[in-house]
């Protein structure tokens, strides 16, 4: 998909606004201007199918991604709550590319409208933010960042919380939650001690280690919850 001017990127934003505009809350989005972005979307679809290597996927998904910026803008801008099989996709292809910012502000709008994921993902929205938001932190690149992490992920927890997810997905967000937190907890030297600030990231960090243990005995905590106790009895103790 060649890059679109300055004037051509205009006009499609008014033809999206107007047309995400035009779908009722819940009702599907319909017109011209979603059938292109449809059909675009299909032929990226294909290609990454093509593709075997996962680094090689996401690479190219960031590649994708501007070619829906004014689609997506034109959703949170003007979407009335539509059901978006472009928007849903994207979102995912988003945490994917590691553009966290942008899918957590995307994942408050289809959660705000309670939007569904087209079929291939065999997952609700709720179950794959929690599920990709807290692998892109134990596994992905958000752990470069834990202050915009946590930020992000208690996000995600808040968007959640009355959704009916796996208790595994829910405790694998706690762990990744508490990971971030023990990382903003050691700062930049790693020190040994807990006091101030760092104090009360650990604390937090221990309570959401056994509110994951709670939700599930396997997410993996175990080792992490009597180090900290350990460290948490050395600063209580002086």
């Not at 994942?107 to 065999?122: C, I, R, S, V, W």
């Amino acid at each position: 998909m060649r890059e679109l001017s300055p004037a051509q990127r205009h006009k499609a934003r008014v033809l999206a606004e107007l047309a995400t505009a035009s779908a009722e809350p819940g009702g599907p989005t319909t017109g011209s201007q979603y059938e292109l972005q449809l059909y675009q979307l299909a032929e990226d679809r294909r290609r990454l199918k093509n593709i075997h290597s996962i680094k090689s996927k996401i690479a190219l998904k960031a590649q994708l991604l501007p070619n829906y910026h004014a689609w997506i803008d034109a959703v949170l801008t003007a979407g009335k709550g539509g059901q978006d099989d472009v928007f849903t996709t994207i979102l995912v292809w988003s945490i994917d590319a590691g553009d966290y910012k942008r899918a957590a502000q995307m994942a408050g709008y289809a959660m705000a409208h309670k939007m569904t994921l087209p079929d291939q993902y065999n997952r609700d929205i709720p179950t794959m933010l929690l599920d990709e938001f807290s692998e892109a932190f134990l596994h992905g690149k958000l752990a470069e960042d834990p202050a915009q992490a946590e930020s992000i992920l208690e996000q995600i927890g808040q968007l959640t919380e009355g959704s009916d997810v796996p208790d595994q997905a829910r405790a694998k967000l706690h762990k990744a939650l508490a990971h971030a937190q023990l990382q903003l907890a050691d700062g930049d030297d790693d020190k040994p001690d807990l006091v101030g600030q760092s104090l009360n990231y650990a604390q937090s960090a221990y309570r959401h280690l056994q509110r994951a243990l709670e939700l599930f005995q396997g997410v993996g905590v175990k080792k992490d919850i009597e180090i900290l106790e350990r460290r948490l009895k050395k600063a209580e103790h002086g």
